[in-house]
């Protein structure tokens, strides 16, 4: 089975950590939450749903995660600018591992410098951000270009996990 990343800080979207963290668990897969500290509480922005990170971005080695999740709402603004995420997720993109980032988790991508000539959706008021950073957009539920899995809103989860899980 493969072992998934969770970038996860405050205010994140809560539906869409855990709707593919409960996903990832169901199908036998080990899930394990990255923040910016290990052992902090992360609450979402919705107040329905709170995590404890399993361990700080500093420590975590890529090698040993066969897929990164990145949910959306206001967590990613939170991580995007710490260099130990972007090196995370760089690091994944080059490795050709699965990087799954739904509503506002392509800011992540984006910062990382990842998008140029790429395919991807986000929460749609971000178009013009991901097109400045290089990418394509398209308006769709979601989008699979090579080891990049995206999509835009809540609504569009069932799609976003289906994707998530067969590249696992």
């Known amino acids: 089975m493969s072992k998934v990343a969770f970038l996860l800080a405050d205010q994140f979207e809560d539906s869409e950590m855990k709707t593919p963290y409960d996903a990832v668990k169901e199908a ?19 107040g329905k749903a709170s995590y404890t990170t399993d361990k700080a971005i ?5 090698e040993d995660y066969d897929a990164v999740v990145i949910p959306g709402g206001s967590s990613p603004e939170n ?23 739904i509503c506002h988790g392509p ?18 008021p971000l178009q013009d ?8 957009f398209k308006d769709e539920e979601v989008v699979v270009d ?15 996990v289906r994707e998530l899980l067969k590249a696992l």
């Open 58 to 62: 500093a420590d975590a080695n890529i």
């Open 146 to 160: 090579r080891n990049f899995i995206t999509s835009r809103t809540p609504k569009d989860e069932p799609a976003f």
């Open 28 to 46: 036998g897969h080990e899930a394990e939450i990255i923040g910016l500290k290990q052992g902090q509480e992360v609450k979402g922005k919705q």
């Open 79 to 101: 991580l995007r600018l710490d260099s130990h995420i972007l090196q995370f997720v760089t690091a994944a993109d080059r490795a050709g591992k699965p990087i799954a980032a």
């Open 107 to 124: 800011q992540i991508l984006a910062s990382a410098d990842l998008l140029k000539g790429r395919t991807i959706t986000s929460y749609p």
């Open 129 to 136: 951000d991901m097109v400045n950073a290089g990418a394509q």
